[in-house]
Structures are given as structure tokens and as C-alpha cells.
């Protein structure tokens, strides 16, 4: 399967704690995006990088919140000191820089936190 | 008032039946526009993007009105499959990315 994979899954944690979530997008796309999901809303849009670029981030992401893309391949979203409002879907995207489908969007599955 | 609005549904409807979802987005300056499909526990796909001179991809058909900042998605002879969340995007000049909250649709046997 050559679409989008992020780990883990799920995570549970107690309030607090540090969390890191990965993202490994598809291996041609340049474009990674960061989006959490409530339940019963849309994704929000949280950061973008162009290859290892962080090119926009949300006022959503806090200074608790930090992601990186250091080689332009695979990517990290890390939560300090989570909080039970963090408690959410984190879903990665990928995109291809140009071409006929730049403006798709391909999600992962994400990844579902639970703060305790 | 939010970036993008959605009709906030459910909607249900009878197989064969025609549906449209409306959309409407705050800011002037939005470049593009798409709508998404999001099945229960899954992630969100790209069922297809909005031109200015509307589009139409089989029983799907787009349209954009630049003027009322207005989206709508028109859905014809409506499948048990299509049974789904249906998200309006805007994207504006940059990268960042706006989904309305999405509106559920439940198409009935």
C-alpha cells in the first residue's frame, strides 16, 4: 500500500504527558499537511510544509504544539504537557507540488488521542 | 462567524432521490474550492474540485458563485453508497486549508 501511513494509531495518555505522532506521506508529494478532527466537525487545519519547509501554521497550534519534516519525507506532530482539550483525530495529508492533481489532498487514516 | 458554513443536515433521503448541499465561505480572497466525501471512521477523500463555470463528474455536478460566495454540490439519483459526511473546502492565496463542519447524508432503501 503505497497511500499515506501515520503512528500510531491510537494513543492514550494521562494528562501531562508528551505525545509524538508520525506521518509518512506518499513517497512523490512535497506537500504535508497537519489537520485535527472533533467529532462532528470538519478537520482544522493546523500546519504545511513544502518538503522540509514549514511553510504556514494555524494560530490553533499552540506553543505546545511543534511538527517537523527534517529530510522532506516522513513527519512528526509533538504535543507537550497534553491537555483533555487535545483529545482528538490528528490526520496528516500529502499533495503533489504541480501537475493535474496538485490540489488533492490524500489523508492517512490518523491518528486518535485520548487524554486522560 | 466560521471560515465556511454548511448546511448543518442530516439529510435523508430515498434511493433515486436528488439532493444539493450548500455552501458559503467568508473570505473574499478563497482561490479554491473543492468537496470532500468522508465516510464513518475514515478519513476524508477528494470527491471533487469546483470551477467558476461549474463542473460535473456523473451524478455529481459543482457549482460556484464568486459574487455570493456560494458552493453548492448537486447530487442526482442518489446511491445507498453515497450515504456519507460531505465537506466543503476553501482554500485561499497560501497553503492553509478551511473544511466547513460537513453535512451527513443518509440515502435509504
Known amino acids: 500500500d503505497t497511500g499515506v501511513s501515520q503512528n500510531p494509531r491510537h494513543k492514550i495518555t494521562k494528562r501531562g504527558q508528551n505525545v509524538t505522532f508520525r506521518c509518512d506521506p506518499i513517497s512523490e508529494h512535497n506537500r504535508l499537511y497537519w489537520y485535527r478532527q472533533t467529532l462532528g466537525q470538519g478537520p482544522e487545519f493546523l500546519t504545511y510544509f513544502q518538503n522540509e519547509a514549514q511553510l504556514e501554521k494555524s494560530r490553533l497550534l499552540s506553543d505546545r504544539f511543534s511538527a517537523e519534516r527534517p529530510k522532506g519525507s516522513f513527519s512528526t506532530l509533538e504535543i507537550q504537557r497534553t491537555e483533555q482539550g487535545d483529545s482528538a483525530m490528528y490526520l496528516c495529508?500529502?499533495?503533489?507540488?504541480?501537475?493535474?492533481?496538485?490540489?488533492?489532498?490524500?489523508f492517512g487514516p490518523g491518528t486518535r488521542l485520548t487524554v486522560l | 462567524r466560521k471560515e465556511v458554513e454548511q448546511d448543518p443536515g442530516p439529510f435523508n433521503v430515498p434511493e433515486g432521490a436528488t439532493v444539493a448541499f450548500n455552501c458559503t465561505y467568508s473570505?473574499?480572497?478563497?482561490?479554491?474550492f473543492f468537496w470532500y466525501r468522508q465516510d464513518c471512521r475514515k478519513e476524508p477523500k477528494l470527491l471533487m474540485s469546483?470551477?467558476?463555470s461549474g463542473n460535473e463528474d456523473g451524478r455529481f455536478t459543482a457549482q460556484l458563485n464568486r459574487a455570493s460566495q456560494y458552493i453548492s454540490l448537486l447530487i442526482r439519483d442518489s446511491k445507498l453508497s453515497d450515504s456519507a459526511t460531505y465537506l466543503c473546502?476553501?482554500?485561499?492565496?497560501?497553503?492553509?486549508?478551511?473544511f466547513g463542519a460537513g453535512t451527513r447524508l443518509f440515502v435509504k432503501a
Open positions: 473570505n473574499s480572497a478563497s482561490q479554491s
Open positions: 473546502v476553501v482554500r485561499g492565496g497560501g497553503f492553509k486549508t478551511i
Open positions: 495529508a500529502s499533495s503533489f507540488t504541480s501537475g493535474p492533481r496538485v490540489n488533492e489532498q490524500f
Open positions: 469546483v470551477y467558476s
